[in-house]
T-cell receptor, first 110, second 114 residues
Framework: SQQGEEDPQALSIQEGENATMNCSYKTSINNLQWYRQNSGRGLVHLIL?????REKHSGRLRVTLDTSKKSSSLLITASRAADTASYFCATDAGGNQFYFGTGTSLTVIP | DTGVSQNPRHKITKRGQNVTFRCDPI?????LYWYRQTLGQGPEFLTY????????KSRLLSDRFSAERPKGSFSTLEIQRTEQGDSAMYLCALSGPPASGELFFGEGSRLTVL
């Protein structure tokens, strides 16, 4: 079974708006990562946040991590049509295995 | 370019046939992973290699599945006696620098079993 669950499953916004997606997981982790996947393509790593970090920024991306609630959020600011993709969180519990959530499908309308 | 080449990109086969997918890293990476992804779902862990040693196998990897990494470089994933439920995207991923914790994915091999 997969470790993470993303919420919402699908999100549709207008270009320029912010997009927020959430990830909940079940066990203790070393780090949590977010990946992006365009339709029919492989996954691309976006950002990693370690268990001792609470917030991290990378360009228009902002990730938060709350280990007490076993949850993370990914915020994409000033969205663009090119941000249309599926976004997955992945957890590393330290066993060299990475478990992915079910994903959030983001559509940014021009 | 993630440095991971997967072949074939698409494979259509009839139920009962055997198929083999190959993953070629452009450069050396210690850990190599195989994932399976069905439509609308996230990638599911199948197995991973540390150099040529297969260290972990998911229960999803039935006895019809076998993976190898003979020289610690490229890897193959073979599915014998394919079933329609095997239809999925098979993704290969490589570990990044030790401190990064990230994975670099190939474009995947899509299998359709008729």
């Amino acid at each position: 079974s997969q470790q993470g669950e993303e919420d919402p499953q699908a999100l549709s916004i207008q270009e320029g708006e912010n997009a927020t997606m959430n990830c909940s997981y079940k066990t203790s982790i070393n780090n949590l990562q977010w990946y992006r996947q365009n339709s029919g393509r492989g996954l691309v790593h976006l950002i990693l946040i370690r268990s001792n970090e609470r917030e991290k920024h990378s360009g228009r991306l902002r990730v938060t991590l709350d280990t007490s609630k076993k949850s993370s959020s990914l915020l994409i600011t000033a969205s663009r049509a090119a941000d249309t993709a599926s976004y997955f969180c992945a957890t590393d519990a330290g066993g060299n295995q990475f478990y992915f959530g079910t994903g959030t499908s983001l559509t940014v309308i021009p | 370019d993630t440095g991971v080449s997967q072949n074939p990109r698409h494979k259509i086969t009839k139920r009962g046939q055997n198929v083999t997918f190959r993953c070629d890293p452009i450069s050396e990476h210690n850990r190599l992973y195989w994932y399976r992804q069905t439509l609308g779902q996230g990638p599911e862990f199948l197995t991973y290699f540390q150099n040529e040693a297969q260290l972990e196998k998911s229960r999803l990897l039935s006895d019809r599945f076998s993976a190898e990494r003979p020289k610690g470089s490229f890897s193959t994933l073979e599915i014998q006696r394919t079933e329609q439920g095997d239809s999925a995207m098979y993704l290969c991923a490589l570990s990044g620098p030790p401190a990064s914790g990230e994975l670099f994915f190939g474009e995947g091999s899509r299998l359709t079993v008729l």
